[in-house]
DNA sequence: CAAAATTCTGTCATCGACTGACAAAAAACA
DNA sequence: TGTTTTTTGTCAGTCGATGACAGAATTTTG
């Protein structure tokens, strides 16, 4: 089933992990704006026009990992409990979200590295805020469909998903300032802490939330 | 005081309207990505050169209205009794907001229509998200010096500034949805259904609210 | 009113992100 | 080895945006 991945498989990984390492350097060090993606492709030893090809601009190589992060948080409420309360199942899906950064080797540095490049680029907020807009809204259909309601017509669905979301970029932002140490541990007590402030309050009853 | 405004003026001051009004069609007819800045400069026979130094850029003029209301959302904040509750006030200022946009002439159709744009273009969803990121910025550091706390250290003042203005989104969107009237009623009635949704049930305490 | 100072505008050149087209190089396959 | 498929580099071009400079319009001044 899984074929050994032949050499151009293995080469095309190789050079896409060394395009978003020799970003992520080079966006640290000169800030995202000033960084051309002439420097990226000649750091990596490619033509600007292959950079092209293994992303889709400046911005999807700044922000790879949030991107694959969506997905998970995707994937872990898709996998969750129908009878569940929308909102335990939307904090267990983030829960699960960290849980994989967690895991993944120098997930956190990066995932930390990256949100200090937002904070200091107005350019990457506003590509990271449509990225999460549009991840947001992909997890306000499943809610619907776990909920057997309309998403179009029942604005809950929306609403609930961005504030459980909303308040925990809230908590990363606070939690990947520049000069804070950012352990594990830390980051998700400050999301849990502005996820209770925000959500502690909601009823837990879906019907009763009107 | 207040000198009859000379020529210059009032020739500037058309031409910044009549760009305005040329974009905001081209935008609306075309899409927001394809007409390009030559086209609105065409349209009201100056170089596209002059257009930028009208406008910051394409987004600007697309969004300027948006702007002018989180000016007028940070001016009634400011302006609101320092012993109100925090969340009182954030609620009274976005009323403000959007008394200020049903005062002017053509106000909700245009804000309809720009946020009609917005949902058919991406790019200009980041612009805009980005925008009200950094307008919330600016209320959280208003209601930091209210409650007499520190904005970095307490994330309170971010986190209720977001609460606030990321349901009152979600109820424009909800509204100014293609297709639907937007009366300025059915409007602020969406926008009061998200933030009771969202808000109804924290503390009115903000000592309590931890 | 005419001259001088200020401000606005258009032209030109340039940058940087991004894309289509095409041919050469590399890898996979027969 | 020779053929097919995929990847890559080069080239040309689009579009948004900006600096520099000169000419035109407006305001201010004598």
Known sequence: MTTE?????????????????????????????????????????????TFFRYFDGK????????????????????????????????????NAMLDRLFAEEGGTERFSATHQLIARSPTLLAASLRRAAAAEDRLALIIAERQGVDAGADMRCHLLVRLVFTSARLGVEIACRRGDTCDDA???????????????????DWSAWL
């Open 5 to 49: 991945p032949g050499l151009r498989e293995r080469k095309k990984r190789r050079t896409r992990a060394a395009l978003t390492d020799a970003a992520l350097e080079l966006f640290s060090a000169k800030g995202y704006d000033a960084t051309r993606v002439e420097e990226i492709a000649a750091a990596v030893e490619i033509s600007p026009r």
């Open 59 to 94: 911005e999807d190589v700044a922000l790879g990992q949030l991107s694959a992060m969506d997905e998970d948080a995707i994937t872990a409420l898709a996998t969750r409990p129908a009878d569940e309360a929308p909102l335990t199942a939307l904090r267990a899906a983030h």
């Open 186 to 204: 830390q980051l998700r007590a400050t999301v849990d802490k502005a996820l209770r402030l925000a959500t502690a309050t909601l009823p837990t």
